[in-house]
């Protein structure tokens, strides 16, 4: 009985926010299976959602499945296009980020509050900044071209749907994301290991092997699930810097297909696809940044 | 979402990481190639590269938001016509730019209004509260926190423009995707802090006779207070800086905030120095709220064991 009281208290606390996301999280995406799911009004050509799961249609589902595999699949190149991009984006992020994230956690000493301004400085100006930023810079008359020009190279339409530009734009979108991460876990190596592993004789390289890189193997995938997971729905970095469909990625598939009367039906299944494929790196990343909470407190 | 470390309660000690800090600085000076505290100048001129890079080109887009001439990559003088001299093209004077200032802000404190107190109750409601529905909510709550926003987007206009369609396209939808995009700060930070602070003090409380209610008000709350102060910061910036929710769920020129019409205007051309002055004044607006949170979180930490940097962090999101 006064368990129960007791309970009361905290159900009533957690009940707004759990209707909340019942009714704005959950409902939403039964409204995009029972779409995904729906037919298609031939008359208006908007789509019809179907909320029972007996009569649910197949016809979008066939639909993506044409468009994505067999002869005349044009979704099919787009999906490789896209795992393409955000592998070498994401691969370097890491690059990139790896060393000054090291350096700062390891070696900014008494600097290490100005390095860290400056390395979270980019979370306080907007995507859009950053990427109006390079669009200045890459534009035919812009500075890198000039550049160019004082080099006697001949300018390069950087912005006329260049792969290059798109992944740049990717890697300089979501390379402050997986340094954070990068900063936070290497910060936290104990100092006494890496010691340890000096004095024991091992050489610099081999104590980075050997410890340091190990150590850093959790906030390497988590950082690179959180530069991941939002490439993969990015639609408006490749729309800004290149705007070709010859870049076009599985971001830019299903917005287009948003916009576009009779084919929101499409873009609900590939929307609910991707969220699949996805699922199992999310529930990894949750589990993970779990655990880690739990080691440290 | 990390670990905790940078929420420390009062009466914890020192952690081992703070004070190998001190030894990291010391011997640096000693010039030893075997020393493994030498300094890595190779790995400093690398991260100076990277930040040259990673700042350079914002410096050079706020510089021509002053620009004399029409144009983003040619400078023409100094002048202040794209923010508000120029009578019909500035941000104060061009009616779309300036409504979309005013919907940024409009959408980032309705945003934060709603978010924080929601997830700050979820927070403290599903910590105590145990069983199966808790845990499950709890997991939904953190697969909405790194659920592609597109994919969470594409939930947003179906529901909106099949289901709840009483709520048309426009600011209500806006917000509403808002919070549940965002309440998830607050919910994870205040967790964490709650985590860290352990029930001690709430039992301590109810033994010296306050109910529940008083604990947690008198209590709880002032020991939450950095963390529901950063979650909000974190909230509010998450709003100005959003792009995906709002470009799907808003409907004409009065509802569309800053971020999609830098979007909507540069994509397919030459957008002027009007979008870099408005770029800017978003990136202000952020910076400030970057300094208020700063030194807030400072404030309502003050008696606490947290240094400079476990601030700075937090404010970054980078712990929770």
């Not at chain 1, 740049?168 to 990068?182: A, E, K, R, S």
């Not at chain 2, 985590?195 to 709350?221: F, K, W």
């Amino acid at each position: 009985m006064r368990r129960q009281k007791k309970n009361a208290f905290w159900i009533a606390l957690a009940a707004p926010g759990i209707l909340w996301l019942i009714l704005l999280f959950i409902v939403p995406f039964y409204a995009v299976l029972a779409i995904a799911m729906g037919k298609l009004d031939q008359l208006f050509e908007s789509p019809v959602a179907v909320w029972n799961p007996l009569a649910w249609s197949s016809e979008n589902v066939i639909d993506v499945s044409r468009d994505l595999v067999g002869s005349a699949s044009f979704a099919g190149p787009i999906v490789v296009r896209t795992v393409l991009y955000v592998a070498i984006a994401s691969a370097g992020c890491l690059v990139i980020g790896y060393p000054a994230a090291y350096f700062v956690a390891r070696f900014s000493g008494r600097r290490k509050g100005l390095f860290l301004i400056l390395l979270i400085a980019p979370f306080w100006i907007s995507y859009m900044m950053r990427m109006l930023a390079w669009i200045d810079l890459l534009q035919t008359g812009g500075y890198v071209n000039k550049v160019l020009g004082w080099l006697s190279l001949s300018p390069v339409n950087w912005l006329g749907g260049k792969p290059a530009t798109v992944v740049l734009g990717l890697v300089y979108g979501y390379i402050p994301y997986l340094i954070l991460v990068l900063y936070a876990g290497l910060d936290r190596i104990e100092p006494a290991l890496i010691e340890a592993g000096r004095d024991l004789g091992l050489s610099k390289v081999r104590t980075f092997v050997r410890i340091t890189l190990p150590l850093s193997r959790q906030p390497i995938l988590t950082g690179l699930l959180i530069t991941v997971l939002p490439m993969l729905g990015d639609y408006y970095t490749n729309q800004l810097l290149s705007g070709a469909a010859s870049t076009s990625m599985i971001g830019n598939l299903i917005q287009g297909q948003l916009g576009t009367p009779g084919l929101e039906g499409q873009g609900a299944v590939l929307s609910l696809l991707l969220l699949l494929v996805l699922l199992i790196p999310m529930i990894y990343y949750v589990i993970a940044t779990n655990r880690s909470a739990k080691a440290a407190s | 979402m990390t670990a905790p470390t940078g929420q420390t309660p009062p009466p914890a000690p020192a952690t081992a990481g703070r004070a190998a800090d001190r030894t990291a600085v010391t011997p640096r000076s000693r010039w030893n190639p075997r020393n493994p505290w030498r300094h890595a100048w190779f790995l400093e001129g690398f991260t100076w590269l990277y930040l040259i890079w990673s700042l350079v080109p914002i410096v050079i887009a706020v510089l021509f938001s002053f620009n004399k001439g029409k144009s983003q990559s040619t400078w023409q003088g100094f002048s202040w016509r794209w923010y508000f001299k120029d009578p019909v093209n500035s941000v104060l004077h061009d009616p779309q730019l300036h409504a979309a200032v005013i919907e940024t802000v409009r959408l980032s404190v309705l945003t934060t209004v709603i978010a924080v107190p929601l997830g700050v109750a979820f927070a403290l409601g599903i910590n105590r509260w145990r069983g199966a529905i808790p845990s499950t909510f709890n997991f939904v709550m953190i697969l909405s926190f790194v659920i592609p926003e597109l994919i969470f987007g594409v939930a947003m206009f179906f529901v909106f423009t099949v289901l709840f369609t009483a709520v048309p396209l426009g600011t209500v939808a806006e917000t509403l995707g808002l919070v549940t995009w965002n309440v998830s700060w607050p919910a994870i930070i205040v967790q964490a802090r709650l985590v860290g602070l352990g029930r001690q003090y709430e039992e301590a409380a109810a033994d010296l006779g306050a109910s529940r209610l008083t604990a947690m008000r008198r209590v709880m709350l002032p020991l939450l207070a950095p963390a529901i102060f950063a979650s909000a910061v974190l909230v509010f910036s998450g709003v100005i800086d959003d792009f995906v929710i709002v470009d799907l769920l808003s409907s004409n020129a009065g509802n569309t905030p800053m971020s999609v019409i830098i979007y909507s205007t540069q994509h397919g051309g030459n957008g002027g120095p009007a979008l870099n002055a408005l770029g800017t004044i978003s990136l202000v607006m952020s910076f400030i709220l970057a300094i208020i949170g700063y030194a807030g979180y400072r404030w309502l930490t003050r008696g606490e064991r947290g240094s400079r940097i476990d601030a700075l962090t937090t404010i970054a999101g980078g712990e929770g």
